[in-house]
């Protein structure tokens, strides 16, 4: 049974920083990719960033690259999402993933959910 324990998050200022840990067990590895996704109210949920975790490449949406990485240990089996020079837009539910897949529309998607934790940026 997968299950991905997420920890993290609150509270802001924009341009400060704040890392989201997800730490996984349970894995069988179907899809060796996990990712970060984020919703806020109102909108749809957005792929955040991608890792494949066999080899480290990753892949991160437009609005956020060059402030969020997502650097792995894969001794502790842990993702993490490192998040910098945070904006008010950045404010969202965000959500740990595994079994990262992308569906017919082209989107990210998974098959395995963290529980989710609020990030808050107040500008």
């Known amino acids: 049974q997968v299950q991905l324990v997420q920890s993290g998050g609150g509270s802001v200022h924009a341009g400060g920083s704040l890392r989201l840990s997800c730490a996984a067990s349970g894995f069988t590895y179907s899809s060796p990719y996990m990712a970060w996704f984020r919703q806020a109210p109102g909108k749809d949920r957005e792929g955040v960033a991608v890792i494949y975790t066999g080899g480290g490449t990753t892949y991160y949406t437009d609005s956020v690259k060059g402030r969020f990485t997502i650097p792995q240990d894969n001794a502790k089996n842990t993702v993490y999402l490192q998040m910098n020079s945070l904006k008010a837009e950045d404010t969202a539910m965000y959500y740990c993933?595994?079994?990262?897949?992308?569906?017919?529309?082209?989107?990210?998607?998974?098959?395995?959910w963290g529980q989710g934790t609020q990030v808050t940026v107040s500008s």
């Open positions: 993933a595994a079994g990262v897949f992308t569906d017919r529309g082209g989107r990210w998607s998974a098959n395995y």
